[in-house]
């Protein structure tokens, strides 16, 4: 024990490893309370799972099983979206989403929907014609013969949901580590010793109540305490950006009618105003591999071809991704204080529509971790994320990214701060930069000096995003980086 004490870095009433969406939305809600909060996030940057490559949608919440979690907390983290987008400072853009049947037989589906639609409150759902379609989607193909139209859905930015809310509990009292994957965790007098491994070595936690929010690996978290009852799948889903030369192409986010395998492929406009097509679904063995292969593509692009009367403008392609769902074989989100684990909470299997009810699964969590350890309220916790800025001296409005228009002055904003970027790649999740058309081809040297600069750092120690993905090596022949 003597020794334990010696090597303990901190200790928290509540832990929750993971910083994604819903882990940073957990850490939010409880910096509510008098408590000692800790977040531990394994990559360089908060939402680096999941919560960094899907579709990025808030669904209205009619397709959910009766009687699930999914159910009940999709609809009420819909209703909660707007004031936590308004509150959090980062963008929220309301948009209807059509699910359109292409055949008779689907028109069926669609009836379903709508009733279980209106069984769950979803607002608004009514079925159009085709040509009430073809008045709201000119493009669309024709032979629509029927959509559910659902106004309340919505886009987002799902890692500048997790980062505003990361940094609004910090804000609060609470504190978020990068950088620190839990590689071991034990139980010792009523509190857990949670072991993390970083560049630098290895340190140690300890805290009364354990809350895992870990995305694909929620089950290899929970089997470092107990054998879990559960197993989390990955299904790894592929999509295709076009840049903002082919927004008007449509108008809605569209969906075909769903089937076993999930919503299907969707074309949709993100918030920058490009077109995004996909998710595809594959099982993969390794769930943290989202690499994207021939076949998953080419599964999108078929799925996709028929749904428009217009060919799809892949001219305008800039880029590909996928993202892998922690699919869990219970078929529902796993959101309980564990039965065998007295304190230990979970939030496992949150596969779509895990974004749109993150708000919801974070209060579910919140009365759990309540329910453990009490807690009073922080009399003076402010809801209002303050982004931080750059000292005045340091506003400069070159313009560095003219894809997304971000000038120098709005790179070091985003790096500002204790939760702000420490990569290329959380300058991209803050800014939109190497986002658009040149895919950094143009901005990438200019990224890298700020940050060199503001991070006090040589140019060949900037990361690109994990550990190991330096993007130079050292001088060129002439002296210059
Ligand atoms: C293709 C696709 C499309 C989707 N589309 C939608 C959609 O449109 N709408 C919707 O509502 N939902 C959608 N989803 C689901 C949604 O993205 C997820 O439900 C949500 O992002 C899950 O968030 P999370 O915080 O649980 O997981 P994650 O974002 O994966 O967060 C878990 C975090 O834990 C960290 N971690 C892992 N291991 C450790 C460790 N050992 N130590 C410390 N940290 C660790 C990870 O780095 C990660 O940051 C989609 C998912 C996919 C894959």
């Keep these: ?7 303990l870095k901190k200790e928290a009433d509540v832990i929750v490893i993971g910083g994604g969406v819903v882990g940073a939305l957990v850490l939010r809600a409880l910096s509510k309370y008098r408590l000692r909060v800790l977040l531990l996030e394994k990559g360089n940057d908060f939402a680096s799972g999941v919560t960094r490559a899907n579709s990025a949608v808030i669904h209205a919440g009619f397709d959910p099983k009766p009687g699930t ?92 949901v997790a980062i505003g809310a990361v940094e609004n509990a910090c804000q609060n009292g609470a504190e978020a580590l990068r950088g620190r994957t839990v590689t071991a965790i034990t139980r010792e007098n009523d509190r857990f010793i949670v ?68 919503k299907g492929v969707l074309i949709l406009p993100e918030y920058h105003g490009r077109i995004m097509i996909g998710p595809d679904s594959e099982s993969i063995d390794d769930k943290t591999d989202t690499a994207t292969v021939e076949e998953g593509l ?10 428009l009367s217009v060919p799809i403008p892949w001219r305008y392609l800039i880029r590909t991704f996928s993202g892998v769902r922690p699919t869990p074989s219970t078929g529902d989100f796993i959101i309980r204080k564990h ?44 809801p209002v994320r303050q982004k931080y800025t750059a000292k005045p001296e340091k ?39 190497t986002a658009g058309a040149c895919q950094g081809g143009f901005c990438l040297p200019d990224i890298v000096s700020v940050l060199s600069e503001e991070l006090h750092i040589p140019k060949e120690q900037v990361l690109y995003d994990g550990p190991g993905s330096n993007l130079l090596t050292g001088p060129t022949r002439r002296g210059e980086h």
């Design 1 to 7: 024990m003597a020794s334990l004490r010696a090597s």
């Design 69 to 160: 979690k999914k159910a009940k907390l999709n609809v009420l983290g819909n209703a909660m979206f707007p004031s936590l987008c308004a509150q959090l400072n980062v963008p929220y853009i309301p948009l209807a989403s059509l699910v359109t049947a292409y055949a008779e037989q689907e028109e069926e589906t669609l009836a379903l929907l709508l009733a279980q639609g209106k069984e769950y409150g979803v607002p608004g759902l009514s079925i159009l014609s085709r040509k009430e379609i073809l008045e709201k989607e000119p493009n669309m193909a024709r032979t629509a013969v029927a959509a559910l139209y659902a106004p309340s859905s919505a886009i987002v930015s799902p890692w500048e």
């Design 195 to 262: 072991t993390v491994q970083t560049t630098e070595g290895q340190e140690v936690y300890a805290c009364r109540c354990l809350v895992s929010a870990a995305g694909v690996v929620a089950d290899d978290i929970c089997r470092m305490l107990t054998e879990p009852d559960y197993k989390i799948t990955g299904r790894r889903g592929h999509y295709f950006v076009l840049d903002k030369q082919a927004a008007g192409l449509i108008n809605h986010i569209l969906f075909p009618c769903p089937s076993a395998k999930g």
């Design 298 to 307: 080419a599964r999108v692009k078929e799925a996709a071809a028929s749904y």
């Design 339 to 382: 039965p065998s684990v007295p304190g230990f909470v979970e939030a496992a299997g949150i596969e779509s529509p895990g974004l749109a009810s993150a708000p919801a699964i974070a209060q579910e969590v919140e009365r759990l971790v309540l329910d453990v350890l009490g807690g009073a309220a922080q009399k003076d916790f402010d």
């Design 395 to 433: 506003k400069d409005n070159t313009l560095v990214c003219r894809c997304s228009q971000v000038t120098r002055g709005q790179i070091r904003d985003a790096i500002a701060g204790p939760c702000g970027a420490r990569t290329v790649k959380g300058v991209k999740l803050r800014t939109g930069t």
